[in-house]
């Protein structure tokens, strides 16, 4: 089910639609990205900035990256300057793209261990598992962020996952 190509072609598809969404919403400017739509993180800004916080969450347990500031400031205000949340986006993508190409099946099979601040105990679970649900995470709440894009008038490119190696 979880093998290094699903690993990899998940990897490229989130850089893709990174881009594509944070396109999108470059077009709205800073109020429109700031604006309290009713969504479960409220504004376009705090869904993209939770998604950042907790794909670094998960890189500092799959692969050891510094872990993201816990407390004090909450994941939807991680990064306050539009134009460094793209830098530090597009940054976290590239390096979970070259993560990805390292993945090796044996490792997939094996067991993560981590202190979940949500569950507030240690955790075990499959690798395959834990990635399979950072994947999940990201398209559910991207796909959160598009539905506040589109109902602003703004458009992204498709989000079908096949189309993810055409040329755009």
Not at 58 to 63: A, D, E, K, P, Y
Not at 85 to 108: G, M, N, P, Y
Not at 109 to 116: A, D, E, K, M, V
Not at 147 to 159: I, P, V, Y
Request: proline share 4%; charged share 25%.
């Amino acid at each position: 089910m979880v093998d290094p190509a699903f690993v990899q072609t998940m990897a490229r598809y989130n850089a893709w639609q990174n881009r594509s969404l944070c396109d999108a919403a470059d077009t709205l400017g800073e109020e429109g990205r700031r604006l309290d739509r009713g969504a479960f993180f409220k504004s376009i800004h705090g869904t993209f900035n939770h998604v950042l916080w907790a794909d670094e969450v998960w890189l500092s347990r799959l692969i050891g990256t510094p872990k993201p500031p816990i407390g004090g400031r909450t994941s939807t205000n991680y990064i306050e300057d539009w134009a460094e949340f793209r830098r530090l986006r597009a940054e976290r993508d590239e390096a979970i793209i070259a993560w990805a190409q390292t993945v090796e099946a044996k490792w997939l099979r094996g067991t993560l261990i981590w202190y979940s601040g949500a569950a507030g105990r240690e955790m075990g679970k499959p690798r395959a598992l834990a990635i399979m649900h950072l994947f999940n995470h990201q398209t559910h709440h991207r796909g959160q962020i598009h539905a506040m894009l589109t109902a602003a008038g703004a458009r992204s490119q498709d989000t079908d996952l096949f189309l993810v190696d055409e040329p755009r």
